[in-house]
C-alpha cells in the first residue's frame, strides 16, 4: 500500500512565524501536492510538483511556497504564518505522467496560528 | 471555470435504509471522476474512479455510477461503520495537470 506520512498531526505557531510542512511518499510517485481543507469550502489546492525541484502554483498559492529537493519528500512553507493560515493541511502523491491516477493522502497537519 | 458540487451537504440515516448521495459536475473534458471516504481526522481515502458515462462500480455496500453530467454513490443497507464524509473529485483542468478538483462533501450519518 502507497504511504504517505505527514511528519506532525498538530501544530501551533504564532504570528509571523515560518512554518515547515513536512510529507514523505514511499511508493515512488513523480506527483506530489499539497491541499488545505476548511469547512465550508472543501479542499483547495495550493502548490504541486511533477519532479524534483520541479513546482507550480495551484488555486491559492498566496502566503506559501513549497521545496521539493528529493523525489519523495515535499515540504510546505508559510514565510510568515497568519491567524488565516490556520487549517488541516493534506500532503497526497500519485503516479506520474497518467490521467486517472487517484491521489493518495497523508493523514493531514492540523496547524492552528495564534 | 470547472465546478464540482455535492448534495446533499449531510444526510442521516436509519442503518439498513438504502439512499444516493450525487455529485454534479461541469467540465471541460472529463479524465476521470474519482470518490473518497473520510474519517473524521484522517486523510480522504480512495474508493473509486470512473472514466466514462454508464460506468458503474462497486465495493461492499457502495456503488458508484456515472453520466455525462453527474455521478451518485448508492448506498445499500447501511452500517453505522459507514458513517463518515464521501468526497467527490475531477481531474479535467489542464492547468493543474494531475491534480483533482473536490466537491465540498457530503456529511453521512447512520444511526442503529
Known amino acids: 500500500d502507497v504511504k504517505v506520512t505527514q511528519s506532525s498531526r498538530y501544530l501551533v505557531k504564532r504570528t509571523g512565524e515560518k512554518v515547515f510542512l513536512e510529507c514523505v511518499q514511499d511508493m515512488d510517485h513523480e506527483n506530489m501536492f499539497w491541499y488545505r481543507q476548511d469547512p465550508g469550502l472543501g479542499l483547495r489546492l495550493i502548490y504541486f510538483?511533477?519532479?524534483?525541484?520541479?513546482?507550480e502554483k495551484g488555486d491559492i498559492p498566496e502566503g506559501y511556497s513549497v521545496s521539493r529537493e528529493k523525489k519523495e519528500r515535499f515540504s510546505l512553507i508559510l514565510e510568515s504564518a497568519s491567524t488565516n493560515q490556520t487549517s488541516m493541511y493534506l500532503c497526497?502523491?500519485?503516479?506520474?505522467?497518467?490521467?486517472?491516477?487517484?491521489?493518495?493522502f497523508g493523514n493531514g497537519t492540523r496547524l492552528t496560528v495564534t | 471555470e470547472d465546478q464540482v458540487t455535492q448534495s446533499p451537504e449531510a444526510l442521516r440515516l436509519q442503518e439498513g435504509e438504502s439512499s444516493s448521495l450525487n455529485c454534479s459536475y461541469t467540465?471541460?473534458?472529463?479524465?476521470?471522476l474519482f470518490w473518497y471516504r473520510q474519517d473524521p481526522g484522517k486523510g480522504p481515502e480512495f474508493l473509486f474512479t470512473?472514466?466514462?458515462a454508464g460506468e458503474e462500480k462497486e465495493k461492499e455496500r457502495l456503488k458508484a455510477t456515472l453520466t455525462k453530467k453527474e455521478s451518485f454513490l448508492h448506498i445499500t443497507a447501511p452500517k453505522p461503520e459507514d458513517s463518515a464524509t464521501y468526497l467527490c473529485?475531477?481531474?479535467?483542468?489542464?492547468?493543474?495537470?494531475?491534480?483533482?478538483?473536490f466537491g465540498k462533501g457530503t456529511s453521512l450519518l447512520v444511526t442503529p
Open positions: 497526497a502523491s500519485n503516479v506520474g505522467q497518467a490521467y486517472n491516477s487517484p491521489l493518495h
Open positions: 473529485a475531477v481531474q479535467a483542468t489542464p492547468k493543474s495537470g494531475y491534480a483533482l478538483n
Open positions: 467540465v471541460s473534458g472529463l479524465r476521470g
Open positions: 510538483s511533477y519532479d524534483v525541484k520541479m513546482k
Open positions: 470512473l472514466y466514462s
